[in-house]
């Protein structure tokens, strides 16, 4: 079983960045996929971005591609999404979550560990 948990959240205005961290605890970190999701005030959890347990597969909604990247330091058992060219659109609590799945997948019901989340709030 895997522990997460969330930061680097914050206010930050539009057009401007921020590195959101997700640091597990517990065994072989390396051996899970890893999603972020977001979810704003009366919307659905969504899909963000994943990446799969080495590293080197990453997979991204339209919507922040060309924007947003996921990444991973096994070593660290830390997993990242540096978020740029903000909008206030992204506002959003962001969650990191985890999956034994060696397929990358979007569906938040594939996911079996999650963090609590952090929030992340653009202004114009």
């Known amino acids: 079983q895997v522990q997460l948990e969330e930061s680097g959240g914050g206010l930050v205005q539009a057009g401007g960045s921020l590195r959101l961290s997700c640091a597990a605890s517990?065994?072989?970190?390396?051996?899970?996929?890893v999603g972020w999701f977001c979810q704003a005030p009366g919307k659905e959890r969504e899909f963000v971005a994943a990446i799969n347990w080495s590293g080197d597969t990453t997979y991204y909604a339209n919507s922040v591609k060309g924007r947003f990247t996921i990444s991973r330091d096994n070593a660290k058992s830390t997993a990242y999404l540096q978020m740029n060219s903000l909008k206030p659109e992204d506002t959003a609590v962001y969650y990191c979550?985890?999956?034994?799945?060696?397929?990358?997948?979007?569906?938040?019901?594939?996911?079996?560990?999650w963090g609590q989340g952090t929030q992340v709030t653009v202004s114009s």
């Open positions: 517990g065994p072989t970190f390396s051996s899970y996929a």
């Open positions: 979550a985890a999956t034994h799945s060696r397929v990358l997948l979007i569906w938040t019901r594939d996911y079996d560990y």
